[in-house]
């Protein structure tokens, strides 16, 4: 891999992450300029590349809200939010066709 380990960082995350799962590492990834959190329990360690240039509070809350046992609820949420984002659609389709009708 062409990066490395961050074993401690200013704000203690990785230390807050080793306590949610002490199997938590984070690791720059040079040709990315991206920080990722990986499970080294896991045979792909990979869990989740984050969109912050740098590791603080937002880290920690990101990787809780992504933890496997919260998958049928983020699920559930996706699922409401495209339910209503298609439901405006078809409601603004069918008003732009019975509106081009009168």
């Not at 401690?8 to 992450?17: A, E």
């Not at 990986?38 to 869990?47: P, S, V, Y």
């Not at 699922?79 to 732009?96: L, M, P, S, T, V």
């Given at each position: 891999?062409?990066?490395?380990?961050?074993?401690?960082?200013?704000?203690?995350?990785?230390r807050?992450?080793?306590?949610?799962?002490?199997?938590?590492?984070?690791?720059?990834?040079?040709?990315?300029?991206?920080?990722?959190?990986?499970?080294?329990?896991?045979?792909?360690?990979?869990?989740?590349?984050l969109?912050?240039?740098?590791?603080?509070?937002?880290?920690?809350?990101?990787?809780?809200?992504?933890?496997?046992?919260?998958?049928?609820?983020?699920?559930?949420?996706?699922?409401?939010?495209?339910?209503?984002?298609?439901?405006?659609?078809?409601?603004?389709?069918?008003?732009?066709?019975?509106?081009?009708?009168?």
């Amino acid at each position: 891999m062409n990066g490395r380990v961050i074993d401690d960082d200013l704000f203690g995350v990785c230390r807050r992450l080793k306590s949610i799962d002490d199997g938590y590492f984070v690791f720059l990834n040079y040709k990315t300029g991206k920080f990722e959190v990986h499970n080294g329990k896991d045979t792909r360690t990979l869990c989740l590349v984050l969109p912050y240039d740098t590791l603080d509070e937002r880290t920690v809350r990101r990787v809780l809200y992504t933890r496997a046992e919260r998958a049928d609820r983020i699920a559930a949420q996706m699922e409401r939010d495209n339910a209503k984002a298609e439901k405006r659609r078809n409601e603004a389709a069918i008003k732009k066709a019975t509106g081009s009708l009168a």
